[in-house]
């Protein structure tokens, strides 16, 4: 059971394609995430929206665009991505901004395959 | 910067065997430590979370103690069942990074009936 739903859960894109990734969160939650998860690599953090606002972009190339129109919904844009872009797509939320004690809820994630 | 070490998999055992998971940290500060676990096909769940030295996380028989001594969180349980066949993450959070979870690699867990 989860209050964090992800869709597409499998994409295959091309390089030149534009695609988007969506996360939808039930929890009644003032934060949103978005993660990569790669082979054999820890999840890197990419994203991190407040109340609608990003406060955290670690270093991720423009390729992706994250959009954050209510607390509630959380879109990952997608365009001219590369091969090793390939990985798993995690979204999560959290309570409140700013907790370090916060439990993070993650969705399910979305398997993308950029050929 | 913060980071998280684990124990490398993937790990291997018997049904009743008892399980012990390795994560040591480096942090600035006091930070936050959990253990998520990510069963096949799905995303991380909380399994449980310290957030103060020497308290004891525990949840559907699993437990780690936050040890500052030692800077470890071992995740432990007596009698695995097939059923905790998974992918385990430890992570740390602290009050300079609220929202940022650092991860360790992740250990592969399979139980055998």
């Known amino acids: 059971e989860t209050g964090v739903t992800q869709t597409p859960r499998h994409l295959v894109m091309g390089m030149t394609n534009k695609k988007s990734l969506k996360c939808e969160q039930h929890?009644?939650?003032?934060?949103m995430y978005w993660y990569k998860q790669s082979a054999k690599k820890p999840l890197e953090l990419m994203f991190v929206?407040?109340?609608?606002?990003?406060?955290e972009n670690n270093s991720v190339p423009s390729r992706f665009s994250p959009e954050c129109p209510n607390s509630s919904h959380l879109f990952l844009h997608l365009h001219t991505l590369q091969p090793e872009d390939s990985a798993l797509y995690l979204c999560?939320?959290?309570?409140?901004?700013?907790?370090?004690?916060?439990?993070?809820?993650f969705g399910p994630g979305t398997r993308l395959t950029v050929l | 910067g913060d980071s998280v070490t684990q124990m490398e998999g993937p790990v291997t055992l018997s049904e009743e065997a008892f399980l012990t998971i390795n994560c040591t940290y480096t942090?600035?500060?006091?930070?936050?430590l959990f253990w998520y676990v990510q069963y096949p096909g799905e995303g991380l769940q909380l399994l449980l979370k310290a957030t103060k030295a020497d308290d004891k996380g525990s949840n559907k028989g699993f437990e780690a103690t936050y040890r500052k001594e030692t800077t470890s969180f071992h995740l432990e349980k007596g009698s695995v069942q097939v059923s905790d066949s998974a992918v385990y993450f430890c992570a740390l959070a602290t009050i300079q990074g609220a929202q940022k979870l650092v991860f360790g690699q992740g250990t592969r867990l399979t139980i055998n009936p």
């Open positions: 929206y407040n109340f609608k606002e990003q406060t």
């Open positions: 929890l009644g939650h003032n934060a």
């Open positions: 999560a939320s959290s309570p409140q901004g700013g907790g370090f004690t916060d439990t993070q809820y």
């Open positions: 942090a600035t500060g006091y930070p936050s």
